[in-house]
């Protein structure tokens, strides 16, 4: 009798502590817009995912009754603009995604966007620094390579920034680039897995292609270099100005997010590129930069270097560089001056 209710208490108590660890809100903001809805959809079939909180300044209660329809268990909540809707919808998330702002119209390039865009995410970062210090804030917005550092400054300004635990969203250059050497190599996509370090726009995303064990020569690898590298311009321009990437990016966000709540609940070895505060281009001017990041359950928990190049590559980086810093800057500058 003594035994069969220790093993009861035991199974309640692991029972307990399983749904406790594995409870996690994540926020979505801009969750009507063409991003936001189909991130809100794969994030309700998360099974890791047990409430999601979605605010927009439009539409979000209806996409939330609409997804909250889906019978997965997770909770789903809309928020408007009502006066404490940033606070209800922010408190407690584990993971806030922030997809809200304009996207590109066929010939502009990211930077386009900083007008509009930079006081959209610096409002939404001030919310996240006073109602989620501690979460996760993961930029979809762009241009990530200015809205990131906007995002810190604002937590910096706040004294709640913790470099671990911001992160710029460039999942979506991998993914493009797994799928673009697939089409060449006639292989499963699924199966690659193509380093893309830098930033995200133009120029600054830096496929490693030789990390992957791959060569193209000549016009192939410039042709392979630049879809990479302009491969948002495809969809801008096939959309004929109704917006840019949104299933694509609603996949590689969702897939982000799976990776740090794995990585938060435990699992090691959970590696995603992504845009973060990095040591390994500060002295060029890049106190951001994306290569490949071990995740953990703080966060950033490892770095990854950039790794060997190639003479080709190489160039690449120093292209990079010099773009992304000026982006940066830009972002922190106008931060300080629009606090
Ligand atoms: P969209 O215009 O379809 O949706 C944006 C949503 O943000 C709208 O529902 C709008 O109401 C909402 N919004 C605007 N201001 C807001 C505010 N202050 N608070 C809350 N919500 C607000 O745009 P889409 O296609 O979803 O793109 C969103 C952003 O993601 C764009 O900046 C785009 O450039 C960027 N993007 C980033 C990618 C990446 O790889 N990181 C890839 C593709 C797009």
Redo the contacts with the bound molecule.
Sequence with gaps: MFAARQVFATAQRRAFSASARQATKVAV??A?????QPLSLLLKLNPRVTELAL?????APGVAADVGHINTKSKVTGYDQTPSALRECLTGAEIVII??????KPGMT?DD?FNT?AS?VR??AKACAEHAPEANICV???P?NSTVPITAEVFKARGVYNPKRLF???T??VVRASRFISEIKNNDPANENITVIGG?SGVTIVPLLSQSGYSLDGQALDDFTRRVQFG?DEVVQAKAGA????LS?AM?GARFAESLLKASQGEKGVIEPTFVDSPLFKDRGCDYFSTNVELGPNGVEKIHPIGKVTPYEQKLVDACVEDLAKNIKKGVAWAKENP
Excluded: K, Q
Aim: proline share 5%; no cysteine; charged share 15%.
């Design positions: 903001l801009g009507s817009g063409g991003i936001g605010y927009d300044i439009r539409l997809p809200a702002g304009v996207p590109r990211r966007l865009n959209i409002d939404l979809i917005a762009n990530v710029g969203v460039t979506l250059d995200h948002g917006g840019s990437a949104t990016m590689a």
